[in-house]
Each structure stands twice: as structure tokens, then as C-alpha cells.
């Protein structure tokens, strides 16, 4: 599966952006979507997922009631809504899918997108 990921860009804090995770082929009934960040200098973290199974959502806690996922069956999309942006959430996020157990760990993932870079300024 070819996930593309779009609707980066740069925003003032307390700005909002939508990312679109479009996958090449629709996904399985046991597949979970995942966003993650990676910041300059850190490691991969979790942001959030989205459980085609049980259509279950799952956040960080840096990001829990700011961001909310969701998503577009008809498009075959899962979308991430970033509210209340902060500086801190300069990252490249990256759109992951896969037959997980455990959402937050991204050795569960098997395919992923390229990246798009989100930038916050103060």
C-alpha cells in the first residue's frame, strides 16, 4: 500500500492545519492508521491512530484535545485535524498503516509515506 501524505505547511501557534493521508488501495478491516512526528534532533512519536477495526481513536497526551483524526472510507483517507498548534509541534509527520497491536509502536507498521513537514512559529 502507497501512502501520500499532504496539507503541511507553516502556521503561527494557536494556528490550525489538516493533514490527508491518501492510501493507494483500501484497507484492510484489521488495519489501523497511524500518524507519527519526528522532530529535528529526536526520535519517532506517536500522535495518533485510527482503528478500522473498532473504529477506535488514539492520542498522545501532547496532542489529546487538539488534534482529532477521522476517517473518509469513500476516499479511502484518514485525516488529522491539528488545532491549538504549538511551537513544539514542528515535526515532519509521517502517515503509517498495519495490522497493529500495540498503535504506538512503530515496528507494528508496514507501510509508510514519505513525510510532509509541518513548521509552527511563535
Known amino acids: 500500500v502507497q501512502l501520500v501524505e499532504t496539507g503541511g505547511g507553516s502556521v503561527q501557534a494557536g494556528g490550525s492545519l489538516r493533514l490527508s493521508c491518501a492510501a493507494s488501495?483500501?484497507?484492510?478491516?484489521?488495519?489501523?492508521t497511524a500518524w507519527f512526528r519526528q522532530a529535528p534532533g529526536k526520535g519517532r512519536e506517536a500522535v495518533s491512530c485510527?482503528?478500522?477495526?473498532?473504529?477506535?481513536?488514539y492520542y498522545s497526551d501532547s496532542v489529546k484535545d487538539r488534534f482529532t483524526i477521522s476517517r473518509n472510507p469513500a476516499k479511502n483517507t484518514v485525516n488529522l485535524q491539528m488545532d491549538s498548534l504549538k511551537v513544539e509541534d514542528t515535526a515532519i509527520y509521517y502517515c503509517a498503516a498495519g495490522p497493529v497491536v500495540k498503535w504506538d509502536d512503530d515496528q507494528e507498521y508496514d507501510d509508510w509515506g514519505q513525510g510532509i513537514q509541518v513548521n509552527v512559529s511563535s
Open positions: 488501495e483500501l484497507s484492510s478491516d484489521d488495519y489501523a
Open positions: 485510527f482503528d478500522n477495526m473498532d473504529q477506535e481513536t
